[in-house]
């Protein structure tokens, strides 16, 4: 019988725990341990936790729990373990196993799904919303954009990206929505591994449909999850890496084809869990013409949200204060953001004074003389007037097929653009049962 997704982890977590000496190397790397309250418990207690779940199963406890739970996915003690082993995948394993027994977020998957439909059918018009939720009749292209499920909240970042990919002359289909989820959040956060095992094959295989040499992951949950915690599950026939790696190697046609300078003195918001994507990024806005970094800001996990550094919040909020007043100096502009999540929370702050929030692929489409796609999700989010909102948007949802109740809508969305539905919330998009 072939080998699936749980064999998998199965083998990944006793490869581990075969390996592991319990030295404690990782633990003593680890920034979230002080503020997870473990900064006086034996090394070997913190593992010891994990290891056990890892062989037997069942629930983390304690101090083990303590440390996997508040894990923002850094990567700081993947080079630290002297056995090669990857804490990172540990954790994520032991955190897989315990949402199997209990998950703090039940029905995740059909609420996000729900709330991801309902907020691009809001801002998009129906070819717009072909583009990103229909998958494509497969065809031989070399490249899949594949912009995964959370992402397409924020479509303006999206089509910007695909303004750069058209203009480095790529042919390429675009793959994403809940209909092609990489798996992570049915594996990781339902602990439902059959459930993940059929999303996570299905979405390898619809890459497979297109002979594609290269798809292009635009989430960097989407990379961790497919690209390091699976690698290696399946064979492929393609590379699976981050879109900016593809920007990177067509830098010199990108540069060729900078037409207006962007005159700006830049803060760039990277993370130490992808760090490889931050200098990914600083490299691409170092030649765009007329802009200057001052600074990046490196913050921890590997991206903001629920299932990055909102993990750790006390480390979060130490590293976030940080990063705000490197930006609000005199000598930085704007803060540049990567991710759709990471601008999210970004906008936020520069609502409260901070300084204008930019990703990097508004600045791209503006070097190659593009006008970057309007963040509508943001402006409805600072306006906060949910009644003005739904008239504004109920004729683009009818366009789209959602022909929903206003005053429903006016209650639910506030929930929807939290992101409420991470927390356990959002039961307005849940089943009836
Ligand atoms: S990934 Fe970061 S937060 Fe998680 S265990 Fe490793 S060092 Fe700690
Ligand atoms: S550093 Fe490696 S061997 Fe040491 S406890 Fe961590 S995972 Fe185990």
Redesign the pocket.
Known sequence: MERDLTDFMADTACG?TD?????????DICPVVPHAGLANVP??TI?GGV?DVLRQGGELTGHAAAWAHQCDGCGL?IP??????N?RT?LMLANSVTAETHTDTPQLFRKMARAIRLMAAMQLDTDDMAKLLQPPRPRDVPVVFYVGCNAVRTPHLLFNAMYVLDAIDVDYEVLGGPAACCGIIHTKWEGEAKTGTRVTDGTLSRFGDFTPERVLSWCPSCQLHIGETLNGYQQTDFAFEHVTKFMIDNESKLQSLYRQPVPMRVLLHAHDGMADLGENVAQLLRAVPGLEIADIAWESGYTCGGSGADRSPGLKAERRAATLARAAQPDVDALVSLYHGCHGQLAASAEQGGKPVVNFTDILVRALGGEPRRDAFEGWRMAGDWQALVSETLPTLRGNGMDLDAQWLEDVLPDVFAGKEFVGGLEALASRR
Do not use: K, Q
């Open positions: 581990i390996a592991c000496t319990s030295c404690g190397a990782c633990v090394n070997e593992v290891l003690c630290a373990c002297p056995e090669g082993i804490p540990m």
